[in-house]
């Protein structure tokens, strides 16, 4: 493989890494412009803007939120069941004034049995880049977190849960956060929440008044509230995403430390068998995805 | 019985009404002086400014969240099992520097199995003035609704929902609004998220991203992802309040007509017995226990 530029460009921030033939992370910067804050369509000025002085010859792979309608170039959803082989046939190559070569790749729509129509831009290349571990069932936590099946080496379904933008308003914007007092993990009542949630996961939007009650009646501290919701919350998505599913089967939670930590903990008191995965692998898809198209 | 002034003085909003012996309203007043924009706890003199005309010499009958600690009196709550007669007995009585009586009637705590503590102020007022009508079974809809569960004339257990208030944040805050067009009624899209949620209660963090999903492939118009999410909340909502409980008892809606009738449509879909109360029966509750303290 040769080396290129990995282009993780999303919703709130813009991620770019200069990745050698080895894989090996050369250069990298991180920067607040998501593609929310690009103004007028300005996304080649803003991706030369951080990363005009790396090497103009370097192939560019991408893929996320910058796919999107509110992106750079909109690429339509591939199909599931779907493998990192078809992700290859469908990338969208762009010409820059610069004359850099940008490779983007598209994300997937599955015919959902449960809400007829469900997508996601990004993670199935993170997915791609990690299947080399064993595991075949994924969760990337998140504003919207995803869950991931796999079989053969294929995408064969997934779901999305609200669940990071449930939590961010309810702590934030509901009457929930009035009595929260910090933002520290507490693991005692983190795991409250989530066996609350794993008892009664259609109760949720009752449940979720709990975080008022508890603190009222000094049941729970103000500096728990913060983690209890967040076990409610996090407890009633595995709950409900694995209800179907096969309990051992290898299960790899996808995300940044904390959060993944999160999930890990949760998913092991369901019982489940589940693994940290390499925050970055969607570098690795990216590549992966980017051979099999010839591009590196 | 005699004449009282009645008062409801919630969160966002102050309702006083002259209450004639024969139960008939005589006078009216509405204002947005909700308690919380009441500053440095300057009720009466709010009061007075609303209400300053009206004869001195009547008692005042209160309740609801101006009993809470936010409010102009803490009254500490009664307990489950309450009948109208406990609830007579624990009013507090306030002399205003006026030389007006105000009597507060408290609200409820409830043991609950699901989530330990629950509490009401004000849903409590209104069941009593309602329970002449045979129903035993209510529901307030609101911010926060409230499920409520009588026996032999005694409130026996309740349930809060964050239906009202999850509503507002979904449609105003997050990602599901930014495709809505408007905030018309639409029947049908109210219906399918009804029966979305009825097919899979514990799915809501998971159906919740249909708003977007099916807007995004067009399966639902703009103009009806408003009424749809409403459906998918309210659905859930019913689907666990009701998953435990007798479905023949007769149910009643105690709210104000537009989300009345969409609470007692989505009942209907689930084969509840269920009418519409009236929504002045606070005014009515009030009145009987009052009437019980030998205050009117």
Redesign the interface.
């Known amino acids: 493989m040769k080396s290129f530029i990995s282009l993780d460009w999303g919703t709130t921030s813009f991620r770019a890494y200069e990745v050698g033939a080895d894989g090996a992370i050369k250069n990298q910067t991180t920067a607040a412009d998501g593609i929310t804050a690009v103004k007028d369509g300005a996304f080649e000025q803003t991706f030369e803007n951080h990363i005009g002085a790396w090497d103009k010859s370097l192939p560019i792979v991408a893929s996320g939120m910058i796919t999107s309608r509110q992106g750079w170039v909109e690429c339509a959803y591939a199909e599931c069941p779907a493998d990192a082989a078809e992700l290859a046939q469908k990338i969208t190559h762009l010409n820059t004034a610069t004359g850099r070569i940008v490779h983007f790749i598209t994300g997937l729509h599955y015919k959902s049995p449960?809400?007829?129509?469900?997508?996601l831009r990004g993670e199935e290349t993170q997915v791609f880049g990690a299947l080399a571990t064993g595991a075949t069932h994924f969760v990337t936590p998140g504003t919207?977190s995803k869950w991931i099946e796999t079989k053969d080496k294929r995408i064969e379904s997934f779901?999305?849960?609200?669940?990071g933008?449930?939590f961010a308003?309810?702590s934030k914007?509901?009457?929930l956060g009035r009595l929260m007092q910090g933002e520290a993990h507490d693991e005692a009542a983190f795991t409250r929440g989530v066996k609350?949630s794993f008892a009664?996961?259609?109760?949720?939007?009752?449940?979720?008044?709990?975080t008022r009650?508890?603190g009222?009646?000094n049941?729970l501290p103000a500096t728990a509230l913060y983690s209890y919701l967040s076990g409610l919350?996090i407890g009633?998505?595995i709950?409900?995403?694995t209800?179907a599913h096969d309990h051992d089967a290898p299960y790899m939670v996808l995300g940044s430390a904390g959060i993944a930590a999160s999930y890990i903990s949760a998913m092991k008191l369901a019982g489940l068998n589940v693994k940290l995965g390499n925050p970055l692998c969607g570098i690795e898809g990216q590549r992966i995805i980017a051979h099999q198209a010839g591009i590196i």
């Open positions: 449960s809400i007829q129509h469900d997508v919207h779901a999305t849960y609200m669940t933008e449930s308003l309810y914007h509901s009457i609350q009664d996961p259609a109760g949720i939007l009752h449940s979720l008044f709990s009650s508890l009222l009646f049941a919350l009633q998505e709950a409900h995403a209800r």
